[in-house]
Protein backbone atom coordinates (compact mmCIF):
# COMPACT_ATOMS: atom_id res chain seq x y z
CA UNK A 1 0.00 0.00 0.00
CA UNK A 2 0.94 3.38 -0.16
CA UNK A 3 3.21 5.23 2.11
CA UNK A 4 3.19 8.66 3.89
CA UNK A 5 5.70 10.13 6.08
CA UNK A 6 5.70 13.22 7.67
CA UNK A 7 8.72 15.20 8.90
CA UNK A 8 9.57 16.40 11.48
CA UNK A 9 7.86 13.93 13.93
CA UNK A 10 9.10 16.84 16.48
CA UNK A 11 8.78 20.74 16.54
CA UNK A 12 9.12 22.88 19.57
CA UNK A 13 8.79 26.64 18.70
CA UNK A 14 7.79 30.16 20.22
CA UNK A 15 5.01 31.74 19.69
CA UNK A 16 4.94 34.10 16.42
CA UNK A 17 7.69 31.65 15.14
CA UNK A 18 6.85 30.46 11.40
CA UNK A 19 7.45 26.61 10.88
CA UNK A 20 6.75 24.29 7.64
CA UNK A 21 5.18 20.52 8.15
CA UNK A 22 6.40 17.70 5.33
CA UNK A 23 4.39 15.10 4.02
CA UNK A 24 6.15 12.96 1.70
CA UNK A 25 4.27 10.15 -0.67
CA UNK A 26 4.92 7.25 -2.44
CA UNK A 27 2.47 6.93 -5.05
CA UNK A 28 -0.18 9.18 -6.76
CA UNK A 29 -2.74 10.18 -4.71
CA UNK A 30 -6.25 11.76 -5.86
CA UNK A 31 -6.96 13.18 -2.43
CA UNK A 32 -4.73 14.29 0.42
CA UNK A 33 -5.92 16.09 3.69
CA UNK A 34 -4.16 17.72 6.25
CA UNK A 35 -5.66 17.26 9.95
CA UNK A 36 -4.98 19.12 13.21
CA UNK A 37 -5.33 16.45 16.20
CA UNK A 38 -6.32 19.23 19.02
CA UNK A 39 -5.74 18.13 22.49
CA UNK A 40 -9.50 16.38 22.96
CA UNK A 41 -8.23 13.97 20.13
CA UNK A 42 -10.49 15.37 17.83
CA UNK A 43 -9.93 15.96 13.86
CA UNK A 44 -9.94 19.34 12.49
CA UNK A 45 -9.81 19.21 9.04
CA UNK A 46 -7.38 22.09 7.89
CA UNK A 47 -7.02 21.60 4.35
CA UNK A 48 -8.46 19.26 1.03
CA UNK A 49 -5.13 19.83 -1.29
CA UNK A 50 -4.83 16.81 -3.61
CA UNK A 51 -2.57 19.65 -5.74
CA UNK A 52 -1.70 23.21 -5.89
CA UNK A 53 -1.90 25.51 -3.11
CA UNK A 54 -4.45 27.37 -0.52
CA UNK A 55 -4.74 29.44 2.10
CA UNK A 56 -6.91 30.03 5.45
CA UNK A 57 -5.80 32.48 7.73
CA UNK A 58 -2.56 31.87 9.04
CA UNK A 59 -2.34 28.45 7.92
CA UNK A 60 -1.59 27.55 3.92
CA UNK A 61 -1.03 24.48 2.26
CA UNK A 62 0.96 23.47 -1.33
CA UNK A 63 0.72 19.89 -2.72
CA UNK A 64 3.69 18.73 -5.45
CA UNK A 65 1.41 15.66 -7.26
CA UNK A 66 4.21 15.29 -9.75
CA UNK A 67 6.51 14.81 -7.07
CA UNK A 68 4.69 13.41 -4.66
CA UNK A 69 5.05 15.56 -1.50
CA UNK A 70 2.59 18.63 0.43
CA UNK A 71 4.14 21.50 2.64
CA UNK A 72 1.58 22.49 5.59
CA UNK A 73 3.17 26.48 6.93
CA UNK A 74 1.87 27.99 9.80
CA UNK A 75 2.91 31.52 10.16
CA UNK A 76 2.90 33.49 13.15
CA UNK A 77 2.32 30.66 15.90
CA UNK A 78 -0.08 30.98 18.61
CA UNK A 79 -0.29 28.54 21.54
CA UNK A 80 -3.80 27.26 20.51
CA UNK A 81 -1.46 25.37 17.05
CA UNK A 82 -0.36 23.37 19.33
CA UNK A 83 -1.30 19.46 18.74
CA UNK A 84 -0.64 16.72 16.16
CA UNK A 85 -1.47 17.68 12.70
CA UNK A 86 -1.64 14.25 10.41
CA UNK A 87 -1.43 14.42 6.72
CA UNK A 88 -3.50 11.53 4.93
CA UNK A 89 -3.98 10.58 1.52
CA UNK A 90 -6.15 8.09 -0.68
CA UNK A 91 -4.03 5.95 -3.71
CA UNK A 92 -5.26 6.95 -7.06
CA UNK A 93 -4.89 3.28 -8.06
CA UNK A 94 -6.74 0.05 -7.49
CA UNK A 95 -9.91 1.60 -6.55
CA UNK A 96 -9.21 2.24 -2.68
CA UNK A 97 -10.90 4.37 -0.67
CA UNK A 98 -10.03 4.76 2.68
CA UNK A 99 -7.19 7.23 3.81
CA UNK A 100 -4.03 6.49 4.78
CA UNK A 101 -2.46 8.40 7.53
CA UNK A 102 0.88 9.31 8.67
CA UNK A 103 2.18 9.18 11.76
CA UNK A 104 2.17 12.96 12.49
CA UNK A 105 4.13 16.00 13.81
CA UNK A 106 3.40 16.89 17.22
CA UNK A 107 3.93 20.57 17.39
CA UNK A 108 4.16 22.51 20.46
CA UNK A 109 4.46 26.48 20.89
CA UNK A 110 5.71 27.83 23.56
CA UNK A 111 4.17 31.19 25.11
CA UNK B 1 -22.38 23.87 8.74
CA UNK B 2 -23.33 20.12 8.97
CA UNK B 3 -20.99 17.93 10.87
CA UNK B 4 -20.67 14.38 11.68
CA UNK B 5 -21.78 13.75 14.83
CA UNK B 6 -20.68 10.47 16.93
CA UNK B 7 -22.39 8.82 20.19
CA UNK B 8 -20.99 7.99 22.94
CA UNK B 9 -18.16 10.18 23.37
CA UNK B 10 -16.74 8.09 25.69
CA UNK B 11 -17.38 4.11 26.41
CA UNK B 12 -16.25 2.08 28.78
CA UNK B 13 -16.59 -2.11 29.00
CA UNK B 14 -15.97 -5.51 30.14
CA UNK B 15 -13.69 -7.69 28.05
CA UNK B 16 -15.37 -10.01 26.05
CA UNK B 17 -18.54 -7.59 26.25
CA UNK B 18 -20.28 -6.65 22.72
CA UNK B 19 -20.62 -2.61 21.92
CA UNK B 20 -21.84 -0.35 19.07
CA UNK B 21 -20.75 2.53 18.02
CA UNK B 22 -23.22 5.16 16.42
CA UNK B 23 -22.42 8.04 14.05
CA UNK B 24 -24.75 10.38 12.42
CA UNK B 25 -23.07 11.21 8.72
CA UNK B 26 -23.68 14.50 7.25
CA UNK B 27 -27.03 14.45 5.47
CA UNK B 28 -26.21 14.22 1.61
CA UNK B 29 -22.87 12.13 1.92
CA UNK B 30 -23.09 8.99 0.17
CA UNK B 31 -19.39 7.28 1.31
CA UNK B 32 -19.04 6.74 5.48
CA UNK B 33 -15.88 5.21 7.04
CA UNK B 34 -14.42 4.32 10.28
CA UNK B 35 -11.23 4.80 11.14
CA UNK B 36 -9.42 4.12 14.83
CA UNK B 37 -6.24 5.63 17.06
CA UNK B 38 -4.71 3.48 19.37
CA UNK B 39 -3.34 6.01 21.83
CA UNK B 40 -0.11 7.70 20.67
CA UNK B 41 -0.33 5.97 17.19
CA UNK B 42 -1.28 7.07 13.86
CA UNK B 43 -5.00 7.20 12.30
CA UNK B 44 -5.91 3.65 10.89
CA UNK B 45 -8.47 2.84 8.07
CA UNK B 46 -11.57 -0.07 9.00
CA UNK B 47 -14.07 0.25 6.37
CA UNK B 48 -15.80 2.01 4.10
CA UNK B 49 -19.61 1.39 3.15
CA UNK B 50 -21.71 2.65 0.27
CA UNK B 51 -24.49 1.68 -1.06
CA UNK B 52 -25.53 -0.36 1.87
CA UNK B 53 -22.26 -2.45 1.61
CA UNK B 54 -18.96 -2.63 2.19
CA UNK B 55 -16.55 -1.18 -0.28
CA UNK B 56 -13.60 -1.50 1.23
CA UNK B 57 -12.28 -3.28 4.59
CA UNK B 58 -8.61 -3.28 6.37
CA UNK B 59 -6.73 -6.28 7.92
CA UNK B 60 -7.60 -4.79 11.11
CA UNK B 61 -11.45 -5.28 10.25
CA UNK B 62 -11.85 -9.26 10.87
CA UNK B 63 -14.91 -11.06 12.11
CA UNK B 64 -15.71 -9.36 15.03
CA UNK B 65 -16.24 -6.02 13.16
CA UNK B 66 -19.54 -5.75 11.24
CA UNK B 67 -20.87 -2.37 10.41
CA UNK B 68 -24.50 -1.10 9.51
CA UNK B 69 -26.78 1.71 8.07
CA UNK B 70 -29.78 0.60 10.46
CA UNK B 71 -32.25 3.59 8.49
CA UNK B 72 -31.45 6.59 6.81
CA UNK B 73 -29.27 8.73 9.26
CA UNK B 74 -27.72 6.72 11.37
CA UNK B 75 -24.47 4.41 10.73
CA UNK B 76 -22.77 1.67 13.45
CA UNK B 77 -20.36 -0.09 14.23
CA UNK B 78 -20.20 -3.22 16.28
CA UNK B 79 -17.48 -5.09 18.20
CA UNK B 80 -18.98 -8.42 19.39
CA UNK B 81 -16.63 -9.47 21.83
CA UNK B 82 -13.97 -6.55 22.64
CA UNK B 83 -10.28 -7.45 23.97
CA UNK B 84 -7.92 -4.69 25.44
CA UNK B 85 -6.58 -3.88 22.18
CA UNK B 86 -9.84 -2.75 21.00
CA UNK B 87 -8.84 0.29 23.32
CA UNK B 88 -9.25 3.03 21.18
CA UNK B 89 -10.64 5.95 19.91
CA UNK B 90 -12.69 5.05 16.92
CA UNK B 91 -13.39 7.98 14.39
CA UNK B 92 -16.24 7.92 11.59
CA UNK B 93 -16.08 10.02 8.42
CA UNK B 94 -18.30 10.76 5.98
CA UNK B 95 -17.91 12.37 2.22
CA UNK B 96 -19.99 13.04 -1.11
CA UNK B 97 -17.34 14.18 -3.29
CA UNK B 98 -13.26 13.48 -2.80
CA UNK B 99 -13.03 15.27 0.90
CA UNK B 100 -14.18 13.45 3.73
CA UNK B 101 -15.22 14.68 6.83
CA UNK B 102 -14.54 13.31 10.65
CA UNK B 103 -16.64 12.96 13.55
CA UNK B 104 -15.34 14.04 17.17
CA UNK B 105 -14.58 10.36 17.40
CA UNK B 106 -15.66 7.90 20.83
CA UNK B 107 -13.03 6.73 22.78
CA UNK B 108 -13.38 3.11 23.48
CA UNK B 109 -11.82 1.77 27.12
CA UNK B 110 -11.70 -2.56 27.53
CA UNK B 111 -11.52 -3.32 31.17
Known amino acids: GIQVEQSPPDLILQEGANSTLRCNFSDSVNNLQWFHQNPWGQLINLFY???GTKQNGRLSATTVATERYSLLYISSSQTTDSGVYFC?????????????FGKGTHLIIQP | EPEVTQTPSHQVTQMGQEVILRCVPISNHLYFYWYRQILGQKVEFLVS????????KSEIFDDQFSVERPDGSNFTLKIRSTKLEDSAMYFCASRRLAQQFFGPGTRLTVL
Open chain 1, 88 to 100: AVCDSGGGADGLT
Open chain 2, 49 to 56: FYNNEISE
Open chain 1, 49 to 51: IPS
